[in-house]
């Protein structure tokens, strides 16, 4: 059972910049897919982007050109860094797992972000 604890929330002022981690409780093997998710106040949760095993990566137009996805070499760890924060990104960020090969889904606790004006 994979676990996904997330970090690195807080509270930033607009324009700022964090770097989200989600660390995984062991390696990611086979076909998968890692993504950002985040879900604001009285909204329904939205995809923020996605990284998948061959290490193509996709993101939301509304973060395309600020927010990065990256995994580490050990396939353990996988980062957000965003850029040029605004207001409109305040949201809970929840990390996420898909594992193809046995076609489970993993989500993390989430961890939250403020961006103020």
């Known amino acids: 059972q994979v676990q996904l604890v997330e970090s690195g929330g807080g509270l930033v002022q607009a324009g700022g910049s964090l770097r989200l981690s989600c660390a995984a409780s062991?390696?990611?093997?086979?076909?998968?897919?890692l993504a950002w998710y985040r879900q604001a106040p009285g909204k329904q949760r939205e995809l923020v982007a996605t990284?998948?095993?061959?290490?193509?990566?996709n993101y939301a137009g509304s973060v395309k050109g600020r927010f990065t996805i990256s995994r580490d070499t050990a396939k353990t760890t996988v980062y957000l860094q965003m850029d040029s924060l605004k207001p409109e990104d305040t949201a809970v960020y929840y990390c996420?797992?898909?594992?193809?090969?046995?076609?489970?889904?993993?989500w993390g606790q989430g961890t939250k972000v403020t961006v103020t004006s």
């Open positions: 996420y797992l898909n594992t193809y090969y046995d076609d489970r889904h993993y």
């Open positions: 990284i998948n095993a061959g290490g193509a990566t």
């Open positions: 062991e390696r990611t093997v086979g076909a998968h897919t």
